[in-house]
Every structure is written in C-alpha cells, then in structure tokens.
Nanobody, 128 residues
C-alpha cells in the first residue's frame, strides 16, 4: 500500500490549489481517504475525508465551503480542491487511508479516522 500526495506550492491569499493523492496496492471503492494538515508548531488536524462505500464526505468547519474532496476510481486518485486559500491554510498536507491495521486514531470532527497508512506530505504555503 502506498499513498503519494502532491500538488502543493506557494499561492497568494485568495488563490487555489488542487492536491492529489495517488494510491496503489488497493482500490478506492471500499476504503476511505482523508486529508490532514499540520502547521508549524501545531498538531496534525483533520481537514476532509471521502468514504469508500458511498462517497460521502466530511469537511472541517475551517474549510467548509472552500475545499472540495473528490475521487476518480479509475485513476485511483483522490483530489482536494482548495479555493479562497488564506494564510492560515499554510501547512503540510497529508493524505491517509483506513485500509489496513490502525496505526493512529485521528480526530475528524466528532469521530475518529482510523489511519492505517500515511502518504508523504506536500507543502502548501499561502502568502502574499
């Protein structure tokens, strides 16, 4: 199982980026993918997830209405479209799956996302 996150970069406030999380070793049909982020000096926090079974989604309040998570099963890729980016969105963004044995239980709103694998992070910097 591997997850590869990419698409980060430097963007001005109000700008947009699209992150991608390419997965291998399993298919997206049955397993959820989540995005987390970690800003310097802060704990890693849940941003969004998309379920494997029915494609239902969740967004943290801080990104609701600005970020959109989606998946392309044919490409085994999950996307995070980020619009209206603000400096407080600056962080390293990680994707993760619950496919496999749990290595970390991460808060995602009022529930926990049971992380089995992490992808490597991709840096998002929002600055003028």
């Amino acid at each position: 199982v591997q997850l590869q996150a990419f698409g980060g970069g430097l963007v001005r406030p109000g700008g947009s980026l699209r992150l991608s999380c390419e997965v291998s070793g399993f298919t997206l049909d049955y397993y959820a993918i989540a995005w987390f982020r970690q800003a310097p000096g802060k704990e890693r926090e849940g941003v969004s997830y998309i379920s494997g079974s029915d494609g239902s989604t969740y967004y943290a309040d801080s990104v609701k209405g600005r970020f959109t998570i989606s998946r392309d099963n044919a490409k085994n890729t999950v996307y995070l479209q980020m619009n209206s980016l603000q400096p407080e969105d600056t962080a390293v963004y990680y994707c993760a799956t619950d496919r496999g044995a749990t290595i970390a239980a991460m808060e995602m709103g009022e529930r926990f996302f049971m992380v089995a694998y992490w992808g490597q992070g991709t840096q998002v910097t929002v600055s003028s």
